[in-house]
């Protein structure tokens, strides 16, 4: 079956895409976080980081690249924002198709809830 990500990129489902070049595209959240959520997704259906071989490098390196790209254009650059990745069930992955989420637009208040 492939990933809700995948029928995406394969524009079986719609998305509000705001960059794609031949390795990775990026859309927005469909249940957004703060004003800019966007999920940075290479096209290769890696299902988590335990799945990343070497042959990935690149890859990963280029979902960063475009990270910062797309932040520059969502207007969130210089007032900071955060990328994150859930990997896995104590993550609370939904999606096992490999993200970045790019939030930002406000304060975001801790990394995490400490404590627990
Ligand atoms: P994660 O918990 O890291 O796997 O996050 C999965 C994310 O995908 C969640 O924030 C969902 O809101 C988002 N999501 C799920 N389906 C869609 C979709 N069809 N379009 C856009 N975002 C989606």
Do not use: C, W
Not at 16 to 23: G, N, P, Y
Not at 57 to 69: K, N, S
Not at 82 to 106: M, T
Request: no cysteine; aromatic share 6%; hydrophobic share 45%.
């Amino acid at each position: 079956m492939p990933s809700v990500f995948t029928r995406i990129i394969q524009r079986e489902l719609p998305a509000a895409i705001v960059f794609e070049d031949e390795r990775v595209i990026a859309f927005k959240d469909i249940n957004p976080a703060a004003p800019v959520h966007i999920l940075i997704v290479p096209k290769k259906e890696i299902a988590s980081i335990n799945d990343v071989t070497q042959a990935d490098e690149a890859l990963l390196g280029h979902m960063f690249i475009v990270a910062g790209q797309v932040a520059r254009e969502q207007g969130v650059a210089e007032s900071g924002y955060r990328l994150l990745l859930n990997n896995g069930r104590d993550a609370g992955q939904e999606v096992f198709h490999l993200h970045l989420h790019l939030i930002g637009g406000r304060r975001l208040g801790p990394m995490v809830l400490r404590g627990g």
